[in-house]
C-alpha cells in the first residue's frame, strides 16, 4: 500500500493507477461497514484508492469534531490488510489551504432532514466529496447506505457537475442486535448501547407493517415515533417516511421510500434508515 499526503502525490497515482480505480472515503475509525465498502471495491476494481480524513467543513461549531473517534495506527493496518493500494491521509491545510473560498450546494437535498439538524454539514460533504472525485477521478466512488441522505447527495453532485464517477452504494452493515456499525457507537456506555437498538427496531417496525401492505405513511411514522418515546435516553430528532429518491415526506406509500431516524442516545447522536418496497 502506497501513502500520500498531498494532493499532487495522490492525484499522479490514481493518474497512473490500473484501471478500474475504485475509491473509498473514509473519516478513519475503521469498523466493518467501511470494510464492507474497501471488499467491495477490491472485487470491482483492479486498484483501490481510500481516504482518511476527518473532514472539518461537515462538523458544525457545536458539533463532535474533537472528539471524533480517531485510530490512525490500527486504519493504516486495515486498509493494508483489506487490500487498498493507495490511501490518501492529507493534513486539514492540505485540503483546505488558508485562502480556500469555493464551496459547494447541493440544492434541495442537503436542506432536508439531517441538512435540516445539521446546518452546513452537507455543504462540507459535497465539497470535500468533489475535491476527492476530482482529484482521484475513479470510475467507481464507494458510499454505504447508513448515509443514505449522503448518497443522494453525492449522486446528485456527481451529475451535475459531470465528475464521471459511477456511484456505488453499499448495503448497511449491522451488530447481531441490528444496530447500524457507526464509528460513534464506541461513544456510548453500556446503557446507551443497549438503548441505541431502538433505532433499528423502530426502521423494522415500518419495514415489517409495509411488507404487510401497510400503505399510510402517517400512521407508521407515528408508530415510529412512539416507540422511541418509550426510551428516555433516546431524543429524537426525527422519524420519518420519505420518498426514496427525492427525500419528500410521503402520506401513501405507493412507489421505493424510506424510513429514516435520526436520535441523541445521550449525547451521541445516531442515524439510521431502511428501504421500504410496497
Ligand atoms: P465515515 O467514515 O463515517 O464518513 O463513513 C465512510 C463511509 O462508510 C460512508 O460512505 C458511510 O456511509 C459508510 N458506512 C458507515 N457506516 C456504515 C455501515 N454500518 N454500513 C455500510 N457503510 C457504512
Not at 499532487?8 to 475504485?22: D, I, N, S, V
Not at 467543513?57 to 495506527?73: C, I, L, M, T
Not at 430528532?237 to 429518491?245: G, K, L, Q, R
Not at 415526506?249 to 436520535?263: C, G, N, V
Request: with cysteine; aromatic share 6%; hydrophobic share 40%.
Amino acid at each position: 500500500m502506497q501513502v500520500f499526503s498531498t494532493v499532487a502525490e495522490f492525484r499522479q497515482a490514481c493518474t497512473q493507477a490500473k484501471r478500474p480505480l475504485g475509491l473509498v472515503p473514509t473519516m478513519g475509525a475503521l469498523h466493518a461497514g467501511h470494510t464492507a465498502l474497501i471488499r467491495r471495491s477490491v472485487d470491482e476494481c483492479k486498484t483501490t484508492a481510500a481516504t482518511l480524513f476527518v473532514n472539518p467543513a461537515q462538523f458544525g461549531p457545536k458539533e463532535d469534531f474533537n472528539s471524533y473517534p480517531r485510530n490512525v495506527q490500527a486504519d493504516m493496518g486495515t486498509f493494508e490488510h483489506e487490500g487498498v493500494n493507495l490511501l490518501f491521509t492529507p493534513s486539514t491545510d492540505e485540503v483546505y489551504p488558508p485562502d480556500f473560498d469555493t464551496w459547494v450546494h447541493a440544492g434541495k437535498l442537503s436542506e432536508r432532514l439531517e441538512g435540516e439538524f445539521r446546518p452546513g454539514h452537507f455543504r462540507g460533504v459535497a465539497t470535500v466529496v468533489c475535491k476527492l472525485l476530482s482529484i482521484a477521478r475513479p470510475d467507481k466512488a464507494y458510499f454505504g447506505q447508513k448515509d443514505v441522505q449522503q448518497t443522494l447527495v453525492i449522486k446528485r453532485i456527481n451529475t451535475d457537475l459531470n465528475l464521471g464517477a459511477d456511484i456505488v452504494v453499499v448495503p448497511t452493515v449491522r451488530e447481531p442486535d441490528g444496530l447500524a456499525l457507526s464509528s460513534r457507537n464506541v461513544k456510548l456506555n453500556p446503557d446507551e448501547r443497549r438503548v441505541a437498538t431502538v433505532l433499528y427496531n423502530a426502521l423494522s417496525l415500518a419495514k415489517e407493517a409495509v411488507a404487510n401492505g401497510a400503505t399510510d405513511a402517517g400512521a407508521i411514522r407515528a408508530a415510529m415515533e412512539e416507540l422511541l418515546r418509550k426510551e428516555p435516553l433516546a431524543q429524537m430528532d426525527y422519524a420519518t417516511i420519505t420518498d426514496a429518491s427525492t427525500l419528500e415526506q410521503l402520506d401513501a406509500i405507493s412507489r421505493p421510500a424510506l424510513a429514516l431516524i435520526a436520535a441523541r442516545i445521550g449525547k451521541t447522536r445516531l442515524i439510521d434508515n431502511m428501504p421500504l418496497y410496497p
